[in-house]
């Protein structure tokens, strides 16, 4: 009787221990959600303080800041055809010297290395042992091995002169009051090339200079200097300028097309998709820019139905909320609302033109253990 006694009374006693110290841990795992939660939380900012819209198109500019919402970020929205800037949310940041490209440098890496003849469309690389990529997954993916690798092949000089001609390290507007342009570094970075090409060590990128390029690989090869009218007046007597003609191979554009579509359809820009009848294409870039100690997030794209063809680049910066992958949820939102309002409608002669790419396989190699860019 004494030994069942004691041991009644020492499971009397630890029962309320055990719901003490239950609750505790509840207190504190709530504790650490909410600081959690607090430590996530980062401010709305209204990203349209200070900006002239008299030239913007109307529609296009709602659409745009409904899209952005709070983010502290741009958004620039292009007319591939002629160059116009049809709308630039927030103009301080999207008009200053720049920020790390991350992944979007990837679009020049390949029409560099499809030109050079370093590797064609569907050419496997291997980046291990067990694993390889083509270009159209590699860009769909983000891959940064694959895209590392083709950059030593290229070498520095052959990366310089193909960004250079693409546009980078000089102003994409013509005449635009307060555009700095961004850097293109003379030297080899000294991480090495193949950081260059896969993330955009060392250079230095406006949201107008990735604009330009998007509507020269949109338009075929015809790289404009932006314009951005301020008055209906110069809206009306609107005039493209050509600033050149890209000298690349005959297939390239339509190359990393695909890619760029896969990139939406099942790769880092999922969140941009929002109707295979209105097919977008697109690149990611996250990264962070340690220049300015910001985490980056890019999304440039295009679409490609219809008879209102767009440019829209987003550019993110902040910390844990910015990614490529919100950028494009931001863009996606933006062709979502104009879609709603039947602005790319095709009129009778594109009647109901689907786009021109075939369906692209989504099948894709054994998993890949190292990190990723998007």
């Given at each position: ?11 009397l006693?630890a ?13 504190t ?12 939380t ?25 899209a ?5 970020g ?12 049809l709308?630039?949310?927030n103009?301080k ?7 790390i490209?991350?992944?979007t ?9 499809l ?8 050419t496997?690389?291997?980046i291990?042992?067990?694993a390889?990529?083509?270009?159209t ?6 891959n940064?091995?694959?895209f ?18 693409l546009?980078?390290?000089?102003k ?8 700095q342009?961004?850097?293109l570094?003379?030297?080899?970075p000294?991480?090495?090339?193949g ?7 060392g ?22 200097y932006?314009?951005y009218?301020q008055t209906?007046?110069e809206?009306?007597?609107?005039a493209p ?18 890619g760029?579509?896969?990139a ?15 097919p977008?294409?697109?690149?990611t870039g ?14 440039g ?18 910390h ?7 950028a ?11 879609s709603?309002?039947?602005y790319f ?5 594109a ?16 998993c890949?253990t ?5």
């Amino acid at each position: 009787m004494k030994r069942l006694f004691v041991i009644s009374l020492v499971l009397l006693n630890a029962l309320p221990l055990t719901v003490i110290g239950q609750s505790q841990q509840r207190r504190t795992s709530a504790a650490k959600k909410r600081l959690a939660t607090t430590r996530k939380t980062v401010p709305a900012v209204d990203p349209t303080i200070g900006d002239n819209i008299d030239g913007d198109d109307l529609t296009i500019r709602r659409a745009a800041v409904s899209a952005l919402g709070g983010y502290a970020g741009s958004v620039v929205v292009v007319d591939p055809v002629n160059g116009r800037i049809l709308s630039m949310v927030n103009q301080k940041l999207a008009l200053q010297t720049g920020f790390i490209p991350c992944s979007t440098i990837k679009l020049v890496t390949s029409l560099a290395a499809l030109t050079e003849n370093v590797v064609s469309k569907n050419t496997s690389v291997y980046i291990s042992r067990y694993a390889s990529y083509n270009m159209t997954q590699a860009l769909a993916r983000s891959n940064n091995q694959y895209f590392n690798i083709l950059g030593r092949r290229l070498g520095f000089d052959r990366v310089h002169r193909y960004a250079q001609m693409l546009g980078f390290g000089e102003k994409a507007g013509l005449e635009i009051a307060g555009e700095q342009p961004g850097v293109l570094p003379e030297t080899e970075p000294a991480t090495g090339v193949g950081m260059m090409t896969s993330f955009g060590t060392g250079i230095s990128m406006t949201p107008l200079e990735l604009a330009g390029l998007l509507g020269a690989i949109a338009n075929g090869g015809t790289l404009y200097y932006l314009q951005y009218p301020q008055t209906q007046d110069e809206a009306d007597h609107f005039a493209p300028q050509v600033k050149r003609q890209l000298e690349l191979a005959p297939n390239g554009i339509e190359d990393i097309k695909f890619g760029m579509r896969g990139a939406v359809d099942f790769g880092t820009a999922r969140r941009a998709g929002y109707d295979a009848s209105e097919p977008i294409l697109g690149k990611t870039g996250t990264c962070t820019d340690f220049q300015s100690s910001n985490k980056m997030g890019w999304f440039g794209s295009f679409n490609e139905v219809g008879t209102h063809r767009l440019v829209v680049v987003v550019m993110l910066t902040g910390h844990s909320n910015v990614s490529g992958p919100v950028a494009a949820g931001v863009a996606g939102a933006l062709y979502r609302n104009l879609s709603s309002q039947h602005y790319f409608v095709a009129d009778a002669d594109a009647g109901k033109k689907k786009s021109d790419l075939p369906e692209i396989i989504t099948t894709m190699p054994c998993c890949i253990t190292t990190a990723h860019q998007h």
